[in-house]
């Protein structure tokens, strides 16, 4: 079995490193391999972030290129001997990029099995009631996880009670961030690709100055306990790889009529 971090590259704000998403993943992947020993890849750091475009730091592959090279690197993978490949992305925005590719990965025949991991585990959903504000990009929760992983790449003034950039002391944003347009109220009955732009201008949500190093280690906890359980499951997995093969047979069979 094959884990393989997934993130992107974005800004996060004023106040957390650059590659926030794939940092986090890998971390959490390889403490978990501790626990449940599996191969943990190294980052892969290009997902989907079209979203994130008007931004300086955005890195933006073509959506075909994107794909491609997704689909080479996990037959790579699987040629080097892994029959069960795990994707743990740490980026929301790959979410829907990722259920197309694994509905798409049904046209052709591989051997192994792709497992995408998504939705939070019973640990880590156990935590609501420690935040102060609600999820969201480079917020709280996520400031508070980068201050436990690399505390040295988080630039903040706890005393200020707001996020300041580091050495000019200017106030990065104030708090809290809220939505400032639901699109879907705007235009009932319509998506749109400016959804979440609709939302965040700033691409940063919340109060992330309520981050802390001690809620981020909590959390990082939480979420290797529930990686390892998960692994531990897709271990055990004999249901998916044989429903792949029904799957294949029945492909084999339709010129001939099911």
């Not at 501790?34 to 300086?56: D, I, K, M, N, R």
């Not at 959506?63 to 996990?74: C, G, I, K, S």
């Not at 590719?101 to 998504?118: G, K, N, P, S």
Request: hydrophobic residues 40%; aromatic residues 10%.
């Amino acid at each position: 079995i094959c884990i393989l971090p997934l993130g992107i590259l974005e800004r996060h704000g004023e106040h957390l490193p650059y590659g926030t998403d794939g940092l986090s993943v890998h971390a959490i992947a390889c403490r978990a391999a501790e626990l449940e020993p599996c191969v943990v890849f190294p980052t892969y750091w290009f997902g989907q972030g079209h979203e994130a475009s008007c931004f300086a730091g955005s890195v933006n592959f073509p959506p075909r290129l994107l794909y491609e090279m997704l689909e080479v690197l996990l037959d790579q993978i699987a040629r080097n001997g892994f029959k069960k490949i795990v994707i743990f992305s740490g980026h929301g925005g790959n979410s829907h990029f990722l259920d197309y590719f694994a509905m798409t990965q049904l046209d052709r025949e591989v051997d192994y099995t792709l497992y995408i991991l998504r939705g939070a585990g019973k640990r880590q959903l156990a935590l609501a009631d420690m935040w102060e504000t609600k999820y969201g990009h480079a917020g709280e929760e996520e400031t508070s996880q980068i201050m436990a992983i690399t505390p040295e790449g988080v630039v903040t003034l706890p005393s200020t009670g707001t996020v300041y950039v580091k050495l000019t002391a200017t106030l990065a944003y104030e708090e809290p961030i809220l939505p400032r347009m639901d699109l879907t109220q705007q235009v009932p009955g319509v998506h749109s690709g400016l959804w979440w732009y609709a939302k965040y201008p700033l691409h940063v949500t919340e109060s992330p100055s309520h981050a802390t190093k001690e809620k981020g280690e909590r959390m990082i906890e939480a979420r290797v306990l529930d990686l390892a359980d998960r692994l531990r499951a897709i271990k055990e997995d004999k249901v998916l790889p044989s429903l792949q093969q029904e799957f294949y047979e029945r492909v084999r069979r339709v010129p001939e009529g099911d």
